[in-house]
């Protein structure tokens, strides 16, 4: 008997169960929803009922979108580690993947994401150019890194590729008692009189001071520490205000160790990329490590958009 039942099927409920919703499931396979809406009930025809109870979030699925999803867990796992093995035949599997970053926060995500690539790809050897590196571009076309992390593409660079990573909010961080908590947002006027609490890079490298603060031809002092939790604590004694990304800090805010708010009307957003040189841009390895760190960031990072 045929079957037209295909893997790009069982990836699509695969997606709609990790992501809670088809929103997210068509972000997350880089599809429309209009797309996997019709995979969707291309399957409920073909199997005679619904597959999942489309007013529940997370989806509640059927007997029948459970039996798919078994199907799921049972065949793809198998799929890709066939078509791993086969990269891995047709390309060799040694390498190395030298990773410099120029965010500080990067190192929450950037580390389980390196952890499920060592587990596909145990013949490569994995290291992190110690130290934060505010030029790890340089480092690739000094071969002292492999791949690097960065928030902007210079696409006038000759021998590097950038991959698109995600997209996330920038929120200013404010102590629970300060007298600009409950606005709805910050505008740049707010941040005049404030001390700017910041990692110890330049104003080029702050998305507030580039996007926000130049423009508004305001200027602060600043206050920089290299850690996270310092600035947090500095933050919390009403030392000043910070302005973090959403998802490094969502543990804190959970707690209400801090508070934080939107900067300007639409938000403040930043963008994460990565950069490697172009002969080794399109290895099986360097493919594989993109997909997931994308793949793992979208489901475990509150507040991000794939680019």
Not at 169 to 186: F, Q, Y
Not at 212 to 234: C, F
Request: charge should be negative; charged fraction near 20%.
């Amino acid at each position: 008997m045929s079957s037209l039942l295909e893997l790009r099927h069982l990836r699509t409920l695969t997606a709609l169960r990790d992501a809670g919703n088809l929103s997210r499931a068509a972000e997350l396979l880089n599809l429309t929803q209009s797309a996997l809406s019709h995979q969707i009930k291309l399957l409920e025809s073909v199997y005679g009922g619904v597959l999942f109870e489309r007013k529940s979030t997370p989806p509640r699925f059927t007997a029948i979108g459970a039996r798919l999803l078994e199907l799921s867990d049972l065949l793809l796992p198998r799929v890709d580690a066939a078509e791993l093995d086969l990269a891995r035949l047709a390309a060799g599997t040694a390498g190395q993947l030298r990773i410099a970053v120029e965010c500080h926060t990067c190192f929450d995500w950037l580390m389980p994401a390196m952890d499920a690539f060592r587990d596909r790809w145990p013949e490569v050897e994995m290291d992190i150019v110690s130290g934060f590196n505010p030029d790890p571009v340089g480092l690739i076309h000094q071969d002292r890194a492999d791949f690097a992390v960065i928030s902007e593409p210079d696409d006038i660079v000759r021998g590097v590729d950038f991959h698109p990573l995600f997209r996330f909010e920038i929120v200013a961080i404010l102590a629970r008692g300060h007298s600009l908590v409950d606005k709805p947002w910050l505008e740049a006027a707010d941040f005049a009189g404030e001390t700017l609490i910041t990692y110890p890079v330049s104003d080029e490298m702050l998305d507030v001071v580039r996007q926000v603060l130049i423009p508004a031809g305001i200027t602060v002092q600043r206050r920089s520490t290299e850690l996270t939790v310092a600035l947090l604590q500095l933050v919390a004694s009403g030392r000043g205000i910070a302005a973090l990304p959403l998802w490094a800090v969502k543990s804190y805010l959970d707690r209400g160790y801090v508070r934080s708010c939107p900067i300007g009307p639409g938000g403040l957003h930043g963008s994460l990329y990565g950069a490697c040189a172009s002969q080794l841009s399109t290895s099986p390895y360097v493919t594989d490590f993109v997909r997931l760190m994308r793949e793992n960031c979208f489901l475990s990072l509150p507040g991000i958009t794939l680019l």
